[in-house]
């Protein structure tokens, strides 16, 4: 597999990871538990959300004036 897809593949299984969190965080909140780890846990996926979605951010700039399948 390479780097690009990799990169791709742990952004898009992590945004899954933290949707989840942040649903059970909401439904944590309308249920009145006191579960403020929650929302501290959410933090961990969207860490590693953010360099993996600036690389896939600038991966189309890199491949600019090279012959790839990257519009
Ligand atoms: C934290 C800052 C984030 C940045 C800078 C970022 C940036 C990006 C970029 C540039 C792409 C590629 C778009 C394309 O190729 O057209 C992408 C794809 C995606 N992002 Fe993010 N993102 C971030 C956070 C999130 C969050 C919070 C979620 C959802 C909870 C998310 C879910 C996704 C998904 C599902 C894709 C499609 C991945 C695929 O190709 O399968 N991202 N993101």
Same mark, same amino acid.
């Given at each position: 597999?390479?780097?690009?897809?990799?990169?791709?593949?742990?952004?898009?299984?992590?945004?899954?990871?933290?949707?989840?969190?942040? &649903?059970?965080?909401?439904?944590? !909140?309308?249920? *009145?538990?006191?579960?403020?780890? %929650?929302? =501290?846990? /959410?933090? &961990?996926?969207?860490?590693?959300? !953010?360099?993996? *979605?600036?690389?896939?951010?600038? %991966?189309? =700039?890199? /491949?600019?004036?090279?012959?790839?399948?990257?519009?």
């Amino acid at each position: 597999m390479s780097m690009n897809k990799i990169v791709r593949q742990t952004h898009r299984w992590v945004s899954l990871a933290f949707t989840l969190i942040a &649903i059970a965080n909401f439904v944590a !909140l309308g249920v *009145g538990a006191d579960a403020p780890w %929650l929302g =501290y846990i /959410a933090v &961990i996926p969207l860490l590693l959300l !953010l360099p993996t *979605g600036i690389y896939l951010f600038v %991966l189309p =700039y890199l /491949a600019k004036g090279k012959k790839t399948a990257t519009p």
